[in-house]
Every structure is written in structure tokens, then in C-alpha cells.
């Protein structure tokens, strides 16, 4: 399964990518508004400094609304640098501009998926990923991870090619589902990849391997005097 990190954050990408384990980067409006761009044109110049820090898929969202301005903004997204994929809202209007973008070679990923109906559409009309929002569903008392399941059984039947990106993901328990069930991709916050890292026993062990090696050290010493 290839992890993506979810943010904007050029300090949680490099880091992320320090360990050796990033397939990729997806962002949100929220997101680039937390690192406090506020210009067009600051936002497209992040975009691309991402793209140049990591050689993988970097989602950029398209804000408009309509078909024709969704197509429009995803073209200007796309030739900031090869590795942007347009994030495209889950709406009619979307699908009708994946179809188009498919159609002239940009990458799409539809996002707000929560349904697997939604997740049907958007492969159908050509999306090369779609973005279930797990930790939204569980939010209101849904089991976001069935919906995962879901899309891959439906996914499976038909043999789409299009890639499942679980997203909205709040616990490392999110991600080991993910992967236990064959999705794709997990996008995954900072915070949450640090917590998959970490170990209680882990830390224990290497306490423990620690005290233990000072005493070989201290007896090295009293030989050695």
C-alpha cells in the first residue's frame, strides 16, 4: 500500500520523506489556508515547490463549481508541474469534468467519496483516484472503514484501474485497516505516520538494551583498571 501525507506543510513533507516510506502528497483548501497562503498565486507556487521536494503524485484542488470552470482550473493546476493530480469535489458537475480531463490526459482525484455509488460514478467517468473520507463518516456514527470495503469489492468486480486513496484518516488503526483490506493508498497526517512509528514496548526494549549495555561498559572499565 503506498502512503501519501495530507497536508501543505513543506517541514511534514520533508521529514515524511526523510523516511524513506512517501509514495505521494495530497492537499485541501484547508490545508494550504493553514500555512497561510492567501494569493492564487502563492498557492500555485507551493504547489510546485512541493512537487519539486518529492518525485510522487501531488493532489491540488480545484474550488470551482461548474463543469466548465472545474476543466478550466484543473488545466491550470496541471501545468504547474507533471506530478499535479486535481482534486475534483464528488458533485454531477464533477464527474462531468473528470470525463473531460480524462479525456485530455490530466490526472483526477474525486474526492468527498462518501458512498460507494459515488465511488462507482467517479471510476466510470474516469477518475485516476477516488477519496473515500473515512474519519468523516465515523464522525457521525458510520463505520468509515466499510466504505473502503465497499468500493474495493465493487472495484474488483469491474476491474477499474482507478486507485483508492483512504483519506480523512485520524488513528494509526485507520491505516491497518486500510492496508489489511488491499486499498491502495492511505493519505495520512504527520501526526498520525509518527504514531505508526512509535511502540511502547519499543521503547522499553531500548531502555532495557541500554541499562544492560552500560553495565557491560562499567565492567570493561574495572578490567581495564
Known sequence: ??????????????????LGI????????????????????????????ICELIDAPV???AVSLTS?????????LAAIHPQVVVKIPMTVDGLKAVRQLAEEG????VTLIFSPLQALMAAKAGASYVSPFVGRLDDIAHEGM?????IIEVYSNYLFETEIIVASIRNPLHVLDAAKMGADVATIPFKV???????PLTDIGIKNFLADWEKVESKSALQAK
Open 68 to 76: 466548465q470552470e472545474m476543466v478550466a482550473e484543473a488545466r491550470i
Open 22 to 49: 512517501l509514495d505521494g502528497v495530497t492537499t485541501n483548501p484547508s490545508l494550504i489556508a493553514k500555512e497561510g497562503i492567501a494569493t492564487r498565486q502563492a498557492f500555485e507556487q507551493h504547489i510546485k515547490t
Open 59 to 61: 493532489s491540488a484542488e
Open 106 to 109: 490530466i490526472k483526477t482525484n
Open 193 to 199: 505516520i509518527e504514531q505508526m512509528a512509535k511502540h
Open 146 to 150: 466499510a466504505l473502503v470495503e465497499q
Open 1 to 18: 500500500m503506498k502512503f501519501f501525507i495530507d497536508t501543505a506543510n513543506l517541514n511534514e513533507i520533508k521529514e515524511a520523506h526523510s
